[in-house]
């Protein structure tokens, strides 16, 4: 009955307002302990950041109540009682500003917010203003609080009335519809049913026979017999591994890099197969995950696990090494954990409690590795491998013999060329010349700079004005060339005195040659010490040869062999010294042999993989991710939201196999739930948390809690089998329903997150290409080996999964069509719906050929009626027989169709069925 408060004296109605406070009045307990729970955590974590005691975006503070009360620069945003009338209020709805834009608070806490509007804002006296939390503090807060760090329950099915659920996941559906006064879907036919499972499982099209076989098989094992036969599948590891492969960002290349090299990966199909192989398997989602982090610490050569290892090997390769392991970092958190931990690679996570010490600990794992190709099979396993052996071996001998001619060249010069070395290294002019030179400038004056340092460093070392052979030289060095020129009389004259302690051989040169300027000083030495580099080469650059000189000689050699020689090279001189030409043609040859390894069917079965480096450092932060920048040093260790706050560094190599560990632990919470709602999503073309890439703080808890958990229980109770979770799914009545819209309800749900019907869903672009191909019947459905051109005439029929995958030239039809970017992890495809889509549907060759080929069958059987031609086209590409509407329409066209000698009438009814609705959606 209404109120009749307007009839009530004054002092009664005053009974029924709300009891207001001023900023001095004391709140109820109960009322100031709603505030701490469920209102100060909110403008913590969204709002303080911009309102609050450093920072005040439109004037506003929200970190005290008096401040509230006063409101912005526009005026006041509360009014005390009547949240509908506050702009705080409006703001957070985003019914006028949205606030926070970074996006919508969840509903519960807009509530909050407006429960303590209704109740006068109450506030703790003489609390302090509300700071922003620190991190230790916002760690414990959101350990505590955030639904994704919380332990996975394994709730019991709730009650429900009636006969329409067939296990616990639809317990937890119809719960929800129940309270929302909904009802479910009817069940969708058998044809349909059929339709979207093979799909689901296999991302083919059920065949004709299959679907009258399932539709007259009323028998109550029928559906569930189906399931397992689509489980058993090789296709199914197609299809599901093809979403794996969203996950891992893989390419069939490396991305964009300026070494001239063939920028294709020479084993990356053997990833792609070792995943599509252990779905096959149904390897348990946690040892598939330590396969993928550290299978070299478990499996030996010619283990196909260590296939595994492509996950952190066949992400874009960036020209900063620190790029590549942020790639590395985000593959693993993003795409099994829902963290964006890579936030933290230049200051603490904005939202998350992830620091940069979490990051840099990651960073530390991901660091020390070595890429290695280790064999995954036997090496000759192919029969061809004799004659990938034989150019192979001629390549490397190619290599060889250019690595040999490139270390005789440049020990040649340092044995040989003593004056343009040596002129440069004590030359003050001539070392700023040098600096200015090109690399192409430097190979036409023949200069290589590596040489002249190592002139300069045994001139450091050796440096003393009294010295019996480098003396003059090194006293020159000092002076500089004007000096010398100006002073060489006077110096000359103390060199080759009788009283001198120069090397006899220096001092007679001297004596002989009088050189008035730098350049005839050096070409003085250079006279003398060319018999002792003569001597060097002619001994094949063995240091022994100086113990066969004699006299002054001898001393030159031993002086000039001594600590870092000039003429004494290592591998890494050799390397250093090499001219840029020199690197180029080395390249080309490594190319060439890199794409015989990609393309000779031959190759020994190798994969990309890694292993740990034999000293593992202490990482370290980066200063605002500035390498140059170095912090505090950090354990290599898991993120410590997920972490015990004491756990232990990790100690065992790189720490691969401890993060693998810490990963797939039981009491983390998250990798059972995020692995959970990417199969969830895939069945239902949406996921139960609606960021599948990020389960953080800004994170959408998800549609159905109790139900999301009920699947990570169900994934971890049974093996961590991802098959027996899909056949938990599809048994579901929630699977089974039809897909037909509901007007009324649809403007309650518009976008169906209480599961009252199935989802309708487009075909990916790699489902669409091969059920065309199934249905033309050129589809080759056999497994594994090296990626093909498939968008090239003349379009192979492999399944697109094995097309090639070219990182830094992905093709438009891809983009089209909704294929995820290979540059990073993709927790979920874009779903567009844009005009390039059907313009390729109606001019694509690839299309046309498949309708002529369907058409052709059809011409080859002169015998059939042109009824019976329409019905073998729907049957191969609809799997059902053509209505009477259609049979009509259809036929009328055939019957006036004008003739042409390249395309037939039939041609033209098999694409308009390819590029249907019906065929490229699942109902």
């Given at each position: 009955?209404?109120?009749?408060?307007?009839?009530?004296?004054?002092?009664?109605?005053?009974?029924?307002?709300?009891?207001?406070?001023?900023?001095?009045?004391?709140?109820?307990?109960?009322?100031?302990?709603?505030?701490?729970?469920?209102?100060?955590?909110?403008?913590?974590?969204?709002?303080?950041?911009?309102?609050?005691a450093e920072k005040q975006e439109a004037g506003l503070?929200?970190?005290?109540?008096?401040?509230?009360?006063?409101?912005?620069?526009?005026?006041?945003?509360?009014?005390?009682?009547?949240?509908?009338?506050?702009?705080?209020?409006?703001?957070?709805?985003?019914?006028?500003?949205?606030?926070?834009?970074?996006?919508?608070?969840?509903?519960?806490?807009?509530?909050?917010?407006?429960?303590?509007?209704?109740?006068?804002?109450?506030?703790?006296?003489?609390?302090?203003?509300?700071?922003?939390?620190?991190?230790?503090?916002?760690?414990?807060?959101?350990?505590?609080?955030?639904?994704?760090?919380?332990?996975?329950?394994?709730?019991?099915?709730?009650?429900?009335?009636?006969?329409?659920?067939?296990?616990?996941?639809?317990?937890?559906?119809?719960?929800?519809?129940?309270?929302?006064?909904?009802?479910?879907?009817?069940?969708?036919?058998?044809?349909?049913?059929?339709?979207?499972?093979?799909?689901?499982?296999?991302?083919?099209?059920?065949?004709?026979?299959?679907?009258?076989?399932?539709?007259?098989?009323?028998?109550?094992?029928?559906?569930?017999?189906?399931?397992?036969?689509?489980?058993?599948?090789?296709?199914?590891?197609?299809?599901?591994?093809?979403?794996?492969?969203?996950?891992?960002?893989?390419?069939?290349?490396?991305?964009?890099?300026?070494?001239?090299?063939?920028?294709?990966?020479?084993?990356?199909?053997?990833?792609?197969?070792?995943?599509?192989?252990?779905?096959?398997?149904?390897?348990?989602?946690?040892?598939?995950?330590?396969?993928?982090?550290?299978?070299?610490?478990?499996?030996?050569?010619?283990?196909?696990?260590?296939?595994?290892?492509?996950?952190?090997?066949?992400?874009?390769?960036?020209?900063?090494?620190?790029?590549?392991?942020?790639?590395?970092?985000?593959?693993?958190?993003?795409?099994?954990?829902?963290?964006?931990?890579?936030?933290?690679?230049?200051?603490?996570?904005?939202?998350?409690?992830?620091?940069?010490?979490?990051?840099?600990?990651?960073?530390?794992?991901?660091?020390?590795?070595?890429?290695?190709?280790?064999?995954?099979?036997?090496?000759?396993?192919?029969?061809?491998?004799?004659?990938?052996?034989?150019?192979?071996?001629?390549?490397?001998?190619?290599?060889?013999?250019?690595?040999?001619?490139?270390e005789k060249s440049v020990r040649t010069e340092a044995?040989?060329?003593?004056?343009?070395?040596?002129?440069?290294?004590?030359?003050?002019?001539?070392?700023?010349?040098?600096?200015?030179?090109?690399?192409?400038?430097?190979?036409?004056?023949?200069?290589?700079?590596?040489?002249?340092?190592?002139?300069?460093?045994?001139?450091?070392?050796?440096?003393?004005?009294?010295?019996?052979?480098?003396?003059?030289?090194?006293?020159?060095?000092?002076?500089?060339?004007?000096?010398?020129?100006?002073?060489?009389?006077?110096?000359?004259?103390?060199?080759?005195?009788?009283?001198?302690?120069?090397?006899?051989?220096?001092?007679?040169?001297?004596?002989?040659?009088?050189?008035?300027?730098?350049?005839?000083?050096?070409?003085?030495?250079?006279?003398?010490?060319?018999?002792?580099?003569?001597?060097?080469?002619?001994?094949?650059?063995?240091?022994?040869?100086?113990?066969?000189?004699?006299?002054?000689?001898?001393?030159?050699?031993?002086?000039?062999?001594?600590?870092?020689?000039?003429?004494?090279?290592?591998?890494?001189?050799?390397?250093?010294?090499?001219?840029?030409?020199?690197?180029?043609?080395?390249?080309?040859?490594?190319?060439?042999?890199?794409?015989?390894?990609?393309?000779?069917?031959?190759?020994?079965?190798?994969?990309?993989?890694?292993?740990?480096?034999?000293?593992?450092?202490?990482?370290?932060?980066?200063?605002?991710?500035?390498?140059?920048?170095?912090?505090?040093?950090?354990?290599?260790?898991?993120?410590?939201?997920?972490?015990?706050?004491?756990?232990?560094?990790?100690?065992?190599?790189?720490?691969?196999?401890?993060?693998?560990?810490?990963?797939?632990?039981?009491?983390?919470?998250?990798?059972?739930?995020?692995?959970?709602?990417?199969?969830?999503?895939?069945?239902?073309?949406?996921?139960?948390?609606?960021?599948?890439?990020?389960?953080?703080?800004?994170?959408?808890?998800?549609?159905?809690?109790?139900?999301?958990?009920?699947?990570?229980?169900?994934?971890?109770?049974?093996?961590?089998?991802?098959?027996?979770?899909?056949?938990?799914?599809?048994?579901?009545?929630?699977?089974?329903?039809?897909?037909?819209?509901?007007?009324?309800?649809?403007?309650?749900?518009?976008?169906?997150?209480?599961?009252?019907?199935?989802?309708?869903?487009?075909?990916?672009?790699?489902?669409?290409?091969?059920?065309?191909?199934?249905?033309?019947?050129?589809?080759?459905?056999?497994?594994?080996?090296?990626?093909?051109?498939?968008?090239?005439?003349?379009?192979?029929?492999?399944?697109?999964?094995?097309?090639?995958?070219?990182?830094?030239?992905?093709?438009?039809?891809?983009?089209?069509?909704?294929?995820?970017?290979?540059?990073?992890?993709?927790?979920?495809?874009?779903?567009?719906?844009?005009?390039?889509?059907?313009?390729?549907?109606?001019?694509?060759?690839?299309?046309?050929?498949?309708?002529?080929?369907?058409?052709?069958?059809?011409?080859?059987?002169?015998?059939?009626?042109?009824?019976?031609k329409l019905a073998h086209l729907f049957h191969s590409?609809?799997?059902?027989?053509?209505?009477?509407?259609?049979?009509?329409?259809?036929?009328?066209?055939?019957?006036?169709?004008?003739?042409?000698?390249?395309?037939?009438?039939?041609?033209?009814?098999?694409?308009?069925?390819?590029?249907?609705?019906?065929?490229?959606?699942?109902?």
């Amino acid at each position: 009955m209404p109120m009749r408060i307007i009839t009530l004296p004054l002092v009664t109605m005053v009974c029924f307002l709300p009891s207001f406070a001023s900023a001095e009045t004391k709140f109820s307990p109960e009322h100031v302990e709603f505030f701490e729970k469920s209102v100060r955590p909110v403008f913590i974590k969204h709002c303080v950041s911009c309102h609050g005691a450093e920072k005040q975006e439109a004037g506003l503070r929200l970190d005290a109540r008096s401040a509230i009360v006063k409101g912005a620069d526009s005026g006041k945003i509360v009014v005390e009682g009547n949240p509908d009338e506050s702009g705080l209020i409006q703001a957070v709805r985003y019914e006028t500003f949205e606030m926070p834009p970074a996006g919508q608070l969840p509903k519960e806490e807009i509530a909050a917010i407006e429960q303590w509007v209704k109740l006068g804002m109450p506030w703790p006296e003489e609390a302090e203003p509300i700071g922003p939390l620190s991190f230790d503090e916002r760690l414990v807060n959101d350990k505590q609080h955030h639904w994704a760090y919380q332990p996975i329950q394994d709730p019991p099915a709730p009650e429900v009335e009636g006969d329409w659920a067939q296990n616990e996941i639809d317990h937890f559906v119809e719960k929800r519809l129940s309270d929302n006064g909904i009802v479910p879907a009817e069940p969708t036919d058998r044809r349909t049913l059929i339709r979207r499972a093979t799909f689901d499982l296999t991302g083919l099209p059920p065949t004709q026979a299959e679907v009258d076989a399932f539709v007259n098989d009323q028998s109550p094992e029928a559906y569930e017999k189906l399931i397992d036969r689509l489980l058993a599948s090789p296709q199914y590891g197609v299809k599901w591994g093809r979403i794996w492969l969203d996950v891992a960002r893989y390419s069939d290349t490396r991305g964009y890099l300026n070494d001239g090299q063939d920028r294709r990966f020479p084993y990356a199909h053997a990833y792609r197969d070792y995943v599509i192989d252990s779905f096959n398997r149904d390897t348990p989602y946690t040892e598939f995950i330590k396969e993928q982090l550290a299978a070299d610490y478990f499996a030996q050569e010619g283990d196909r696990r260590l296939a595994g290892l492509g996950l952190i090997r066949i992400g874009r390769q960036f020209l900063k090494h620190q790029d590549t392991i942020d790639d590395r970092i985000d593959v693993v958190t993003r795409g099994v954990l829902g963290l964006t931990v890579t936030c933290a690679r230049c200051h603490d996570h904005k939202y998350d409690a992830i620091n940069m010490a979490d990051y840099y600990g990651l960073y530390g794992v991901f660091d020390p590795l070595n890429e290695t190709t280790p064999l995954i099979g036997a090496i000759d396993s192919d029969p061809r491998y004799p004659e990938f052996k034989k150019r192979y071996d001629e390549l490397q001998q190619e290599l060889s013999n250019h690595h040999a001619n490139v270390e005789k060249s440049v020990r040649t010069e340092a044995s040989t060329y003593f004056f343009d070395l040596m002129v440069r290294a004590v030359s003050k002019q001539q070392e700023v010349d040098i600096a200015k030179y090109e690399q192409n400038e430097q190979e036409a004056k023949n200069v290589r700079p590596h040489l002249v340092n190592k002139w300069k460093a045994f001139a450091d070392q050796q440096w003393k004005p009294e010295h019996p052979i480098w003396g003059p030289l090194f006293e020159t060095r000092e002076l500089g060339e004007e000096k010398y020129a100006a002073e060489h009389q006077e110096l000359l004259a103390k060199w080759t005195a009788e009283e001198s302690k120069l090397n006899p051989a220096v001092r007679e040169a001297l004596a002989a040659k009088q050189p008035a300027t730098l350049p005839a000083l050096v070409d003085t030495y250079d006279e003398l010490l060319k018999p002792v580099g003569k001597a060097f080469l002619d001994a094949g650059f063995d240091r022994a040869f100086v113990d066969k000189l004699e006299g002054s000689q001898k001393e030159l050699g031993q002086s000039l062999l001594q600590g870092n020689s000039p003429l004494a090279l290592g591998d890494n001189d050799i390397r250093a010294a090499t001219f840029t030409s020199e690197h180029a043609v080395q390249k080309k040859i490594e190319g060439k042999i890199r794409g015989h390894e990609i393309d000779s069917p031959g190759a020994p079965p190798r994969a990309m993989a890694v292993t740990d480096r034999d000293r593992v450092g202490q990482p370290v932060i980066f200063l605002r991710g500035d390498p140059g920048r170095r912090g505090d040093q950090v354990p290599r260790q898991f993120v410590r939201v997920l972490n015990e706050s004491e756990a232990p560094a990790y100690q065992q190599g790189s720490g691969r196999l401890e993060l693998a560990e810490d990963i797939i632990a039981a009491d983390n919470p998250l990798t059972a739930r995020v692995i959970a709602n990417r199969v969830w999503m895939t069945h239902f073309d949406r996921p139960l948390v609606l960021t599948p890439g990020d389960f953080g703080i800004r994170s959408d808890p998800p549609t159905h809690p109790l139900l999301l958990d009920h699947l990570a229980s169900y994934l971890k109770k049974n093996g961590w089998s991802l098959k027996k979770l899909h056949k938990h799914i599809m048994l579901s009545a929630t699977y089974q329903q039809s897909s037909k819209d509901r007007p009324e309800l649809r403007e309650k749900d518009p976008e169906n997150r209480l599961l009252w019907k199935m989802n309708r869903r487009r075909l990916s672009f790699e489902e669409m290409r091969d059920a065309m191909l199934a249905a033309s019947g050129a589809l080759d459905d056999s497994l594994g080996g090296r990626a093909v051109k498939i968008l090239q005439d003349p379009y192979p029929p492999r399944r697109t999964v094995y097309g090639f995958v070219d990182r830094q030239d992905l093709p438009n039809l891809y983009r089209a069509f909704d294929y995820p970017s290979p540059d990073a992890t993709s927790p979920e495809r874009s779903k567009t719906s844009v005009p390039q889509q059907a313009l390729y549907l109606l001019n694509s060759p690839f299309v046309a050929r498949q309708a002529e080929h369907l058409a052709g069958e059809l011409l080859d059987q002169p015998e059939l009626s042109d009824p019976e031609k329409l019905a073998h086209l729907f049957h191969s590409i609809l799997q059902r027989a053509p209505t009477v509407d259609e049979e009509k329409m259809f036929l009328e066209y055939v019957t006036n169709a004008q003739k042409s000698e390249n395309w037939s009438a039939w041609d033209s009814v098999a694409q308009v069925l390819l590029v249907s609705n019906e065929f490229m959606f699942v109902d």
